[in-house]
């Protein structure tokens, strides 16, 4: 599976990789910023989120559990600020493409989601952390051939070419076993 969920020490996937029955392995797959979009023209206004707070700027929000939505969560308490008085706070994208969507289509002014999701739309980009997504790959199937073939695959020169063609990943950790 691929899995982006930070852990309580601020690593990542290790927790959702140990609740697996019988155990699995964490293998690197990209990075990523993540961080607010939001459309050009607001640029010059939306800085961080605390402008989207004290401008009460209208946000496309993740669902409970997405690690957006737990970023956005991060800010606001480090900010001070009441969830309840963003605007917007209370909606729910199913993932990034459907957050920046609505911030393209002037549904919200801003939203987060990955960088790499911001330049497909073009939207503008205001990083706010670094993010990891792995695979997780269950125990019992680590020696079989068809998990074999995708540790090939993953390290493979034509894989990362076509990976590293993508504008805003980071391939460093693609194919090496995190644990």
Known sequence: AGVHLRDADGGYNATAASHLPGGAEVVGFTAWREG???????????????????????????????????LLDRELGRLGADRAELPGYDTRAAGHFQVASAVAACLADA???????????????VPLADER???????????????????????????????????????????????
């Open 36 to 70: 607010l979009v939001l459309r050009p023209e607001l640029a010059p206004v939306i800085t961080g989120v605390d402008s989207l707070v004290k401008d009460r700027r209208r946000v496309v929000n993740r669902e409970a559990g997405a690690e957006a939505r737990r």
């Open 111 to 125: 939203g987060v989601a990955s960088e790499p999701v911001a330049r497909a739309y073009g939207l503008d980009f």
């Open 133 to 179: 997504f792995d695979l997780v790959l269950p125990g019992v199937h680590l020696g079989s051939r068809e998990v074999q073939g995708l540790l090939k695959v993953l390290a493979s020169p034509w894989l990362l070419a076509q990976l590293a063609s993508l504008p805003g990943y980071d391939l460093a950790s693609c194919g090496d076993r995190v644990r």
